[in-house]
């Protein structure tokens, strides 16, 4: 193993892996929906340095009830002062030939990871559901680990629920319930702990390959089943363009739409929100994302929250491929167009608040939130930096790379250093190119987007800025100009039209589109802040529901955000906040609480 090093390669870990690393976690576990207590034991098999005496992993708001070595050896642990954002470190005292840490705990009711829900916050109403949401760094809320992305371990769990419930691990899964109420479970591929994931519920499954199929409760299982019916041409294609699916099984649980994520690239198990089932299969690509994280994130880690933009930006790169692939260039193209647009309202947003730095894909994130690096940054400016290299040296020598990229790297963490060397490298001894380093410079060190970005072009958008643009000049919403508009062209549509409108306008553009009684929610979401800046009252109702219903913080950030422009606003805001922040999951309510709490 290394040298010892006092400067954590992490900073937001307290574990030392360079000293004493955990390799293999057994997980023994009951799931007390009466406490909302996990009551668990974690025996951890780990690796260590000669004169390692400890082994320090993360907790948080967890309570250790035992600590012992091996066989059961009695042994010392200290926890030390919590951190409001990273927890408490756990040092363990271990002898030179200790193999396995066994940490007997509970969970706290409040744990942060952990969203339980009552039967009326899920779609059945008739049991309680719980899921977890470990990244960035609230797997430590439930498992007592090293939670690094640089630190990975293979696992098996041994899971204990209420009788009518079935479990669902990051892992090899059941398909029904059992009479037990116990689960097993194995993850032979070593993960790391952002990827551990559980959820229990009401839930059944309905194959669509033989590698891949959906969970979710009975009332939505038929939906979920059409709208993913492309599952398994995802997966191939996936395949087809960068190598083999390394995870055995791809399955999609569809979760209550309390989730706060449109999806979660948990190995084998992607965690999906149901405000994806639109009804015509036109927000898949949400899927395709998920999956591609098999690649870049699950098989190629970020080493660090700093490194973020390696797990996205190679992620929507990797997705819109499998878009382009399924569906066409041109939809392909309509999905960039949209992300850019997005990431230039992104970085407006961070200049704005004076955040400058988080414009940049490597970030520094030291001593604050990891979660203040989830931006369009990472998403989009990281993918349209792969794009910027893909046309200026060529998309099949980017595939080429690509493949390989995944492939040596597979199971290991990459930070953004490492990828220039890699990449640089590659190019140079494969195609005979030096790489240029400007590339590096303008896009990963400096603030916002490089002059030369590529630039998507999509004609069924232009079709639709034609409709503005006569919309602008005489007032007049043809119908007929619409008739096959999908999803894609109706935000399109939203996103550009002017900031401030009347009622008037407002009433011929919402008879143009039926927006307020779209079921879709991406189109809610948008039409939804347009509605508040242009005090459009009609959608009150609506977007109270919205918000109360779906805890989804990508939606939910821009209404509040919008909502409290204004005095009126803000109280309307709060009221409707203080009525629907139970049904939310931390994550939510941690960004939310500073906002209307
Ligand atoms: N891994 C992310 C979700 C995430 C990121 C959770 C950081 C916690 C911290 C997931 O793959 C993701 O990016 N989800 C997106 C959807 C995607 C289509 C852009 C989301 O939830 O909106
Ligand atoms: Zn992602």
Redesign the pocket.
């Known amino acids: 193993m290394e040298q010892k090093t006092f400067k954590p390669t992490d900073p937001h870990s307290f574990s030392q892996p360079q000293e004493a690393r955990v390799k293999h976690l057994k997980w023994t576990s009951t799931i007390d929906f009466s406490t909302k207590i996990i009551t668990a034991v974690a025996s951890w098999t780990i690796e260590s340095i000669e004169d390692a005496d400890v082994i320090i992993f993360d907790i948080k708001d967890i309570k250790i009830a035992k600590v012992t070595l091996d066989d059961d050896q009695p042994t010392e642990f200290k926890i030390a002062e919590r951190d409001s954002i990273l927890g408490e470190a756990l040092a363990v005292m271990i002898k030179p030939y200790t193999k396995t840490i066994n940490i007997s705990y509970t969970t706290s009711p409040g744990a942060e990871a952990l969203q339980w829900l009552s039967p009326e916050q899920t779609a059945g109403k008739k049991f309680p559901f719980l899921f977890t949401?470990s990244?960035?760094i609230l797997a430590r809320s439930w498992v007592p680990c090293q939670d690094s992305p640089s630190v990975r371990f293979t696992y098996e769990a041994d899971v204990t629920v209420p009788k009518d419930l079935l479990a669902l691990m990051s892992a090899s899964n059941p398909q029904q319930k059992n009479e037990t109420g116990v689960y097993h479970f194995e993850m032979k591929q070593p993960v790391p702990s952002y990827l551990l994931a559980l959820s229990v519920g009401d839930l059944q499954f309905q194959a669509i390959s033989n590698r891949s199929g959906i969970y979710a409760e009975p009332s939505m299982l038929q939906k979920s089943v059409w709208e993913f019916a492309d599952l398994e041409k995802m997966i191939s294609g996936a395949e087809e363009l960068y190598g083999p699916y390394q995870w055995d099984r791809y399955d999609v649980l569809v979760l209550p739409p309390s989730f706060p994520?449109?999806?979660?690239?948990n190995p084998r198990l992607t965690f999906a929100?149901p405000t994806v089932i639109a009804g015509d299969r036109s927000l898949t690509?949400?899927i395709a994302?998920?999956l591609a994280?098999s690649w870049s994130?699950n098989l190629v880690t970020n080493a660090t929250w700093n490194d973020?933009w390696l797990?996205?930006g190679f992620?929507?790169y990797f997705?819109t491929r499998i878009m382009e692939k399924l569906y066409g260039k041109d939809h392909a193209e309509m999905l960039a167009s949209l992300n850019l647009q997005d990431l230039h309202n992104e970085i407006k947003d961070l200049n704005e608040a004076g955040l400058h730095a988080d414009t940049k894909l490597k970030l520094d994130l030291d001593d604050r939130n990891p979660?203040d690096g989830?931006t369009e940054v990472a998403?989009v400016k990281g993918y349209f930096f792969l794009r910027s290299i893909e046309e200026k040296y060529g998309k099949d020598k980017f595939d080429t790379f690509l493949k390989d990229y995944f492939y040596d790297n597979g199971f290991k963490s990459m930070n953004t250093e490492g990828f220039m060397t890699y990449i640089k490298e590659y190019y140079q001894k494969k195609f005979n190119i030096a790489f240029d380093d400007q590339l590096f410079q303008s896009w990963i060190f400096s603030e916002g987007v490089p002059e030369n970005c590529p630039r998507p072009s999509s004609d069924r958008f232009k079709k639709v800025d034609v409709v503005i643009a006569g919309w602008n000049a005489e007032q007049n919403l043809d119908k007929s100009k619409a008739g096959d508009w999908t999803t894609q062209e109706w935000l399109h549509f939203l996103k550009n039209l002017p900031d401030t409108l009347s009622q008037q306008q407002m009433q011929s553009i919402d008879n143009f589109g039926k927006f307020t009684q779209s079921g879709n929610a991406e189109i809610i979401s948008a039409w939804s802040v347009i509605a508040i800046r242009n005090n459009y009252q009609r959608m009150d109702p609506v977007i109270e529901a919205f918000l109360i219903n779906t805890g989804?913080r990508?939606f939910l950030g821009p209404i509040y955000n919008e909502l409290i422009k204004t005095e009126q606003g803000k109280q309307k805001a709060k009221v409707i906040y203080s009525k629907a922040r139970s049904n939310y999951h931390f994550?939510a309510t941690n960004t939310f609480d500073k906002l209307l709490n």
């Open positions: 949401q990244q960035a994520f449109g999806g979660m690239e929100t690509s949400l994302h998920e994280h994130g973020f797990n996205e992620t929507v997705e979660d989830v998403y989804r990508k994550v």
